[in-house]
């Protein structure tokens, strides 16, 4: 395993690889088809260069632990906004989450239908192209139009671009309450419904989610609202009366059992520890409940119904089983042999394979980074 | 400014090239003659101009697709146009290029509210995307000032912001995917309705590439439904670094203002002159919005003014009307048409650290002393980005290109301090030579290799954004 230090050493390390390197931040998201080749670790890279609170802006070395940059963070009240995931207990991972490999992969969480996904919050990046070369684009300020964005193609590129040596974030104040509007027994078509009026109410929804088999086995939906105590005791009332006549609708308040609840949807927790491969299946949410029909297997619907994670027998093809579909799935827990036989990533049509072959054939001409990952 | 010499075999070739374009479109759509293609010689920089060798203005993808395989197979630039309000020559044309224009394609193809988006064809202006959906609740958040009149394409090939970024992100975040037609013809869909992208995020890439990887003819945005209300509160400070300051504490205290915008001295004095908004006389002066219920809103601006009140402001003024927030947005909104008043103005678009406003505002205080010429200062707060306002007079001679040297110098002071030279008007030509104070050769060669992938004959919008030095090699390419 190769560990540079600094970015340096890391652009020489590129630079002079005789074969494929297979990309390494905290391990703990085995998302792709396997990759063999040298490990390029990035953990010698770590650590908050800066942090403005007053500026809603930090910039960490991508080899920072997640857990440190929240942390610093939480300390000046402030969040990533995006509420990563934590794949680990999905993926049965051990070790600690970079900031680096949360950008890699673009990974966000339920607030990703109020404040945007990973690479709405990624404001600057620096990376070390497959040349060995070091490139920076966007910066440390949220406004910022100079140039092409390369930050948000980075962002989810899965290492394939290029390395991450440095993430910038715009960041946003913690809030002081948290509410969860429950409603008990409604189907998935009547879940989805529901959310979508919850999201087109003025009301700032800051996560919909739906299980058709809860803690108990019935359907669940969630809303949450965020903010300042009055305003969400305000806007919880207004949306149960929204809401009103679609099931038994009570509301939660207590602050470890809402974040409890969120973070079993974040981390998909239904799954964790079941025999299966995991799907990923991203589609606008009034297509969500039958996507879920067609896949057949137990499912767990965020973003309003447009995000459906799915369970099914190990090896399934379930993009076989979908058919035609407006959107993409991506399959996210396998074993090697099925991440290695079936496309992991939804296949493009050609003209965008081809921008996509073409941007990887630039930036990575001796195609040594991750090499086939993304297929 | 510097642009390639047109090539000969393009303007000797303008029959045969009009000739075909208008085989593949209606008779009005190809424009051809001298004194209508005047009509596109510029932008809203109107300090350059260059009529284009001839303009078509296209009805459908289909068409939009024949022009460019047609210019593709001829060689010809293709300049795309959206309603002509760049700030930075984003559509100014050279002598050898098509203006494509796509003001012609303005329907709305879809509205989905169950799913809150909107498909437009992209000539559509930003204002009547919202006009398409408010009286169902629904809004389109990007609002650049110019929403009146730009296009949906302009403001994705910019990456257009506006006043409400701090809460709603600026067009990228709020483009959920497009129809994109390359230089060859080849038509594209990417992104969709659903949220995220399912391989590499060409969007994000396309979007502020300005109008040199494709032309995009169709949108899917993201609608948002319409707060319950909104109120700002407006104060003043006798100090830029106190208002500095509170901007930073009321952010530090865990409000999200839907705007916090800043004028300072000479801009306040401008605005009270012209619109007698009844501003205080002070150094700066601040205006936040929040939204919400009425309960809401009252109590965000309390604490608010809570946090302003510890400054020691000159004037604090919470809205309670409707009418009370138009009188506290009147000066603002009226700003550079009061800056206007005075004199010609050129009006910047640097972004910086908030936290370096004092200093920024200090040392731009000096350049002007030192350059002989007036600047007011209007600011996106929240989010840094900048708007300073040069004044000059077109008519004196020297004075204009006094005046560009002085706001190159501002914003390499931008850069200086850890921010950027544009933040959401676009580099375009205007800020094209000077990329080499904010990237490396190498941070543009990157760019640069994108365009090389998605336009490897580099036909579309030439001699923009990138130095003409640097992309010599990639545009050499090409011939």
């Known amino acids: 395993m190769l560990s540079p230090v600094d970015e340096r050493e890391m652009s020489e390390a590129v630079a002079g690889a005789e074969g494929p390197l297979r990309l390494v931040g905290g391990g703990t998201r085995a998302i792709g088809r396997p990759v063999v080749g040298e490990g390029l670790s990035t953990a010698g890279l770590a650590g908050i260069e800066l942090y403005e609170p007053g500026a809603l802006t930090i910039v960490v070395k991508a080899g920072t632990p997640l857990a440190e940059v929240q942390v610093a963070l939480a300390a000046e009240n402030q969040r990533l906004p995006f509420e990563p995931m934590d794949h680990r207990g999905l993926l049965g991972t051990e070790g600690d989450p970079t900031i680096g490999g949360l950008v890699a992969v673009n990974v966000s969480g339920p607030r990703r239908v109020q404040a945007g996904a990973c690479r709405d919050s990624l404001i600057g990046v620096r990376f070390v192209d497959g040349r060995g070369t070091v490139v920076k684009n966007g910066g440390r300020v949220m406004k910022n139009v100079t140039g092409y964005d390369l930050v948000k193609l980075m962002a989810g590129s899965h290492g394939t671009l290029g390395v991450l040596t440095e993430v910038a974030f715009k960041v946003l104040p913690g809030v002081e309450t948290q509410a969860c509007v429950v409603i008990n027994g409604l189907s998935n078509g009547a879940a989805v419904a529901a959310m979508s009026r919850a999201l087109g109410s003025p009301f700032e929804v800051s996560g919909a989610a739906h299980t058709p088999a809860g803690v108990d086995g019935h359907p669940v939906t969630m809303l949450r609202l965020e903010g300042f105590a009055d305003s969400v005791a305000y806007r919880s009332a207004k949306l149960k009366e929204l809401l009103a006549g679609d099931g038994e609708i009570t509301v939660e308040t207590d602050p470890v059992r809402v974040a409890a609840a969120w973070q079993s949807v974040r981390d998909v927790e239904p799954f964790h520890g079941r025999d299966g491969d995991v799907w990923r299946v991203s589609v606008k949410p009034s297509d969500g409940p039958d996507i879920a029909a067609r896949a057949g297997g137990d499912v767990l619907f965020d973003w309003g119904g447009g995000l459906v994670w799915v369970l099914v027998a190990p090896g399934t093809d379930l993009r076989a089983q979908l058919g035609d579909f407006a959107g993409h799935a991506t399959l996210i827990r396998a074993r090697e042999e099925t991440r290695a036989s079936l496309p992991v990533f939804q296949p493009e049509p050609a003209p965008v394979a081809a921008l996509t072959e073409g941007l990887r054939r630039q930036f990575d001409p001796k195609g040594i980074l991750n090499p086939g990952i993304m297929s | ?479």
């Open chain 2, 1 to 479: 400014m510097e642009m390639p010499a047109p090539n000969p075999a393009i303007l000797s070739a303008k029959a045969r090239i009009v000739a075909r374009l208008r085989g593949v479109l209606p008779a009005d759509a190809v424009i051809d003659a001298p004194e209508e293609t005047r009509a596109y010689e510029c932008d809203a920089l109107t300090a350059y101009r260059c009529a284009p060798l001839a303009a078509v203005l296209p009805s459908s993808t289909a068409e939009v697709a024949a022009i460019l395989k047609i210019c593709h197979e001829e060689g010809v630039p293709v300049v795309p146009r959206g309603s002509g309000t760049s700030l930075a020559g984003g559509a100014l044309p050279t002598a050898d290029s098509v203006i494509l224009g796509v003001a012609r394609m303005n329907e709305v193809l879809e509205t989905d509210y169950d799913n809150r988006f909107i498909r437009v064809q992209t000539g559509r202006t930003n204002l009547s995307v919202t006009g398409a959906v408010e009286t169902d609740g629904f809004f389109y958040a990007p609002d650049p000032s110019s929403q009146l009149a730009c296009a949906i394409a302009g403001n994705i090939a910019m990456n257009s912001g506006g006043a409400h970024c701090l809460k709603y992100g600026v067009t990228t975040n709020n483009l959920l995917g497009v129809t994109l037609v390359q230089m060859d013809g080849t038509v594209v869909e990417i992104g969709g309705a659903h949220l995220d992208a399912g391989g590499l995020d060409l969007l994000g890439l396309i979007c502020g590439s300005e109008g040199q990887l494709g032309v995009v003819t169709e949108a899917t945005l993201r609608i948002l439904p319409k707060p319950e209300g909104a109120r700002p509160v407006l104060i003043g400070y006798d100090s830029n670094e106190v208002a500095g300051q509170c901007v930073s504490d009321i952010i530090k205290a865990g409000v999200l203002p839907v705007a916090i915008e800043f004028m300072d001295r000479p801009c306040i004095r401008a605005t009270e002159d012209f619109a007698k908004a009844g501003y205080p006389d002070c150094e700066a002066l601040l205006i936040v919005e929040v939204e919400g219920s009425d309960t809401e809103i009252d109590a965000q601006l309390g604490v608010i003014s809570q946090i302003a009140r510890k400054h020691n402001p000159v004037e604090l003024r919470e809205s309670r009307s409707a009418e009370e927030s138009a009188r506290i947005w009147l000066g603002r909104k009226s700003a550079f048409g009061a800056m206007g008043q005075i004199n010609d103005y050129m009006c910047l678009d640097g972004t910086i650290p908030v936290n370096e406003l004092p200093y920024v505002l200090r040392r731009i205080g000096e350049m002007s002393k030192d350059y002989g010429l007036d600047v007011g200062n209007v600011f996106h707060a929240g989010d840094g980005n900048m708007h300073p306002l040069i004044l000059f007079d077109a008519n004196k001679p020297g004075d204009l290109e006094k005046c560009e040297a002085f706001g190159a110098d501002i914003l390499k002071l931008c850069v200086e301090v850890g921010g950027c030279l544009t933040g959401e008007h676009g580099v375009g030509i205007e800020k094209r030579d000077l990329m080499g104070s904010q990237f490396s050769d190498d941070d543009m060669q990157a760019q640069m290799r994108v365009k090389d992938v998605f336009d490897p004959t580099w036909l579309l919008n030439p001699a923009k954004v990138f130095p003409l030095a640097v992309s010599d090699a990639h545009r050499g390419v090409a011939a």
